[in-house]
C-alpha cells in the first residue's frame, strides 16, 4: 500500500503544497473539513505529472472566496450550481475547489446539486479511479479513502465507468473519457467501451449544456500536449459538437512542439510557468480573430482568457527589463529571469525577438548553470562550512553568482570570500581523569580477603624464621604455624633459666655467636618464601610489619656468606640444644 503522506510530500511541486496546505487552512477556518479528490490523487498514484488540483470541501465553498483571495489566490471564475471555484495560485498552480455534492439528472445533461458527504460524492463521480479522497484534515491527514476501489484500475491503467447511465445522464463524460485516453494511454474496461460505443450511436452528445461544452474546450488548452487531444477528439468526432471551426489543421504544430522544448528547459532551471496561456496563443493561431473571440466567451474561467490576452504585453515589459545596461551581468540577468512572471518568461524565451535576449536565454540553459560545478567543497569543509549552518544555501548562491561573473579565480580569493561564512574552531576536547589515590584505593578494595590471608602468611613465615635461628644446621623441613607458636612458649622460660645458672655463662655469648651467624641463613629460607606472599599481598602494611621483627633483633644487616659457612661445624652450636632440654626438666 502506497504511503500517500510521502507522496503528498514528493509528487507535488512546492508551490502545489504550498497552495493546498493555504486552502486546507482556509476552509478549517470556516469550519469546513477539506479533501484532495479527482485526478490529482489518480496522477500520484500513476507516476503521470500533477497538472492542477481538485480539493472538494464539505460546505459551501463559495464562501472561501475572499479567504482564498487572502492568501495569494485569483479567481479565474465559479459555478454557483455546483458551488465551485476556479482559482489561479503563484507558481503556475491551478485548483479547483468545489463543495462535496451528490447529483440528480431528471433529464439527460441537466444536473441538479445536493450538498452531501465526501463519501455520497464519491460514488456519483464518472471513473472508479476519479472515486478517491485523501483527507487534509488533522487526526486524518493523508487517509485515503476509496469506496469503489479505484486504486485497483489505477494499477491496471483502467477507465471504469462507475454508473451504467454515466454516458446518459452526463454526456461530457465522452470528451473527459476520449481526453483521458489520449493524455494517459489507458483503455477503456469492456464494458465502459460498450456503453461509449452505444452512447456514440445514439448520439448522446447531443445534451451536452453551454457550460459543459465551454469547460471541455479549456480543457484542451490546459493539456501538456494540447495537439495530441485535440488530434484524439477529432478523430472520435467530438469537435463537430464542441467547435466545428477548431481543427488540427489550425494549430502551428512545429512552434507548439519548440514551446514545448522551451518549457522544459525552463523547468529544468527552476522556472516554473504554466503552458496553458502560450499553448492557447499556437492552438489557434490560424483561426480568424472572431473566431477566437467566440472561443474565449465559451471558457467558464475568464480569469485564464485575462492571462491569454495579457500575455503578449507583458512579454513585451519584461524583454525591456532583460535589454537594459544593468542586465550586462550573467547574474543580474539569471536574478531577473528566475524573479519575473513565468508565464512572460516563457513567451519571450519562445520569440526571442532580438539576437541579444535569444543569446541570454541560451547562456540561461546551457552556460551559466556550469558555476554550480565550481562550488568548492573541499574548501568549504576545511573551513568547517557544513550544509547544518542556517546561511549555508545564501552562501551557495552568492558562490553561484560568483562564479558565474568570474569574480573568484583564485584559491586565495575562494577563501577570502569564504572567510565571514566560517565559523569558529571548537575547542579542544577536555578528558576528566580521576585522583591517582581514588583510582588505588579502588584497586585495593576488592582484595581485602586476600590481604588478611597474606599478613596471617607473613607472621607465619617470621615464627619459623626465629625458630630457625635458633637450631642446628639440619635439612629444614615446613614448620606449620601452630607447631611454631608452641615452640617459642616454651623458648621464654629456657632463656630465664640460662640466666640464673652461672655454670654456664661461658656458653652464652658463643651461642649468641652461632645464632648471628645462622640467622642469615634461615632468612634467606624464610625470603623465599615470603617473596610469593608479598605479590599477592600488593605490598600491604600489615605484612611489612610482621616481617621486620626479626630484623630487629639481628644485630648483623650484612652477614657474608663465606663465614657462615666455615663456622657450620663448630662444637658450640651444637651443645645448645642440650643446654635447652636441661633448662626445660629443672623447670619441672
Do not use: C
Not at 490576452?309 to 527589463?321: I, R, T, V
Not at 542586465?327 to 540577468?333: C, F, R
Amino acid at each position: 500500500m502506497a504511503d500517500y503522506v510521502y507522496l503528498l510530500e514528493t509528487r507535488l511541486t512546492p508551490d502545489q503544497k504550498r497552495a493546498l496546505i493555504a486552502t486546507r487552512d482556509a476552509a478549517r477556518a470556516k469550519g469546513m473539513t477539506s479533501f484532495l479528490t479527482g485526478g490529482a490523487i489518480r496522477d500520484m498514484s500513476s507516476g503521470s505529472p500533477v497538472r492542477d488540483l481538485d480539493v472538494t470541501v464539505q460546505g459551501n465553498a463559495l464562501k472561501l472566496r475572499k479567504d482564498i483571495e487572502k492568501i495569494g489566490g485569483s479567481i479565474h471564475g465559479e459555478n454557483e450550481a455546483s458551488q465551485s471555484l476556479y482559482v489561479k495560485f503563484p507558481g503556475g498552480v491551478r485548483m479547483e475547489v468545489v463543495s462535496a455534492h451528490t447529483v440528480e439528472f431528471p433529464k439527460p445533461g441537466k444536473p441538479i446539486y445536493h450538498p452531501s458527504t465526501i463519501l455520497e460524492d464519491l460514488n456519483q463521480r464518472d471513473f472508479t479511479a476519479n472515486a478517491m479522497a485523501l483527507s487534509l484534515n488533522e487526526g486524518s491527514f493523508g487517509l485515503l479513502m476509496d469506496p469503489l476501489n479505484g486504486i485497483s484500475d489505477v494499477e491496471t491503467r483502467t477507465l471504469r465507468l462507475i454508473s451504467n447511465y454515466g454516458f446518459i445522464e452526463d454526456p461530457s463524460r465522452l470528451i473527459r473519457v476520449a481526453r483521458l485516453v489520449a493524455r494517459l494511454g489507458w483503455d477503456m474496461d469492456e464494458k465502459t467501451r460498450v456503453r461509449y460505443q452505444t452512447a456514440k450511436d445514439e448520439d448522446y452528445i447531443s445534451a451536452l449544456t453551454p457550460f459543459q461544452r465551454g469547460y471541455e474546450l479549456e480543457e484542451i488548452l490546459h493539456e501538456e500536449d494540447g495537439l495530441r487531444v485535440l488530434k484524439a477528439l477529432e478523430h472520435e468526432g467530438w469537435m463537430k459538437h464542441l467547435y466545428p471551426a477548431w481543427t488540427t489543421a489550425k494549430v502551428n504544430a512545429s512552434g507548439l512542439r519548440q514551446l514545448l522544448d522551451t518549457w522544459g528547459q525552463l523547468q529544468t532551471q527552476g522556472v516554473n510557468p504554466d503552458i496553458s496561456a502560450a499553448s492557447a496563443e499556437l492552438m489557434t493561431e490560424k483561426l480568424s480573430p472572431k473566431e477566437i473571440s467566440a472561443l474565449k466567451k465559451m471558457f467558464p474561467r475568464q480569469g485564464f482568457v485575462e492571462e491569454w490576452e495579457a500575455l503578449e504585453g507583458s512579454a513585451k515589459e519584461f524583454a525591456k527589463h532583460l535589454s537594459a545596461k544593468e542586465m550586462n551581468t550573467p547574474s543580474a540577468a539569471w536574478k531577473l529571469i528566475t524573479s519575473a512572471n513565468p508565464d512572460a518568461v516563457l513567451w519571450l524565451a519562445y520569440t526571442a525577438p532580438t539576437a541579444a535576449i535569444k543569446n541570454k536565454f541560451t547562456n540561461f540553459f546551457t552556460v551559466w548553470p556550469q558555476a554550480r560545478q565550481k562550488t568548492p567543497h573541499l574548501i568549504m569543509q576545511e573551513m568547517r562550512i557544513t550544509p547544518e549552518l542556517p546561511r549555508y544555501q545564501e552562501l551557495l548562491d552568492a558562490l553561484f553568482f560568483a562564479f558565474m561573473d568570474n569574480k573568484l579565480t583564485t584559491e586565495e580569493e575562494i577563501r577570502k570570500f569564504l572567510e565571514p561564512y566560517s565559523p569558529p574552531a571548537p575547542p579542544p576536547p577536555v578528558h576528566v581523569r580521576r585522583p591517582r589515590a581514588a583510582k588505588k584505593m579502588e584497586a585495593k578494595a576488592p582484595r581485602a580477603s586476600r590481604a588478611k590471608k597474606a599478613a596471617v602468611a607473613a607472621a607465619a613465615v617470621s615464627a619459623e624464621g626465629e625458630q630457625e635461628a635458633h637450631a642446628p644446621i639440619k635439612p629444614v623441613k615446613p614448620v606449620k604455624p601452630e607447631r611454631a607458636a608452641k615452640v617459642a612458649a616454651v623458648k621464654e622460660p629456657a632463656k630465664a633459666a640460662k640466666a640464673v645458672a652461672p655454670a654456664k655463662k661461658h656458653a652464652r655469648p658463643a651461642a649468641k655467636k652461632a645464632a648471628a651467624r645462622k640467622k642469615p641463613v634461615a632468612k634467606k629460607a624464610g625470603a623465599k618464601k615470603a617473596a610469593s606472599v608479598k605479590k599477592s599481598s600488593a605490598k600491604k602494611p600489615v605484612a611489612k610489619k610482621a616481617v621486620a621483627k626479626p630484623a630487629k633483633k639481628t644485630a648483623v644487616k650484612k652477614p657474608a656468606a663465606k663465614p657462615a659457612k666455615k663456622a657450620a661445624p663448630k662444637k658450640v652450636a651444637a651443645k645448645k640444644p642440650a643446654a635447652k632440654k636441661a633448662a626445660v626438666k629443672k623447670r619441672r
